[in-house]
C-alpha cells in the first residue's frame, strides 16, 4: 500500500487544527463575527480528521477492522 491515503489524511488534520486557529484569531479580532455554531464545526471536523487519521493509520499497519471502519 503506497503512503499517499496517509499522507493526504495528515494534510487535512493540519488544514483542520488551521481552521480551528483561523476561528481563534477571527473571534480575537471581531468577536461579533464567529458566533457558537463556527466553534462548533471547525471543532467537529478537527476531532473527525483526527479519528479518520487514526484509522488511516490502522488500515496502512493492516488491521482488518479498522479498514471497515473507515468504509
Request: net charge positive.
Given at each position: 500500500?503506497?503512503?499517499?491515503?496517509?499522507?493526504?489524511?495528515?494534510?487535512?488534520?493540519?488544514?483542520?487544527?488551521?481552521?480551528?486557529?483561523a476561528t481563534a484569531v477571527l473571534?480575537?479580532?471581531s468577536p461579533s463575527l464567529v458566533?457558537?455554531?463556527?466553534?462548533i464545526r471547525a471543532i467537529g471536523?478537527?476531532?473527525?480528521?483526527?479519528?479518520?487519521?487514526?484509522?488511516?493509520?490502522?488500515?496502512?499497519?493492516?488491521?482488518?477492522?479498522?479498514?471497515?471502519?473507515?468504509?
Open positions: 500500500m503506497t503512503n499517499a491515503p496517509l499522507r493526504l489524511m495528515r494534510i487535512f488534520s493540519v488544514l483542520s487544527a488551521a481552521l480551528v486557529v473571534q480575537f479580532v458566533k457558537p455554531v463556527v466553534w471536523v478537527l476531532v473527525l480528521s483526527l479519528l479518520a487519521l487514526c484509522w488511516t493509520a490502522r488500515v496502512h499497519e493492516g488491521h482488518r477492522g479498522a479498514y471497515r471502519r473507515l468504509l
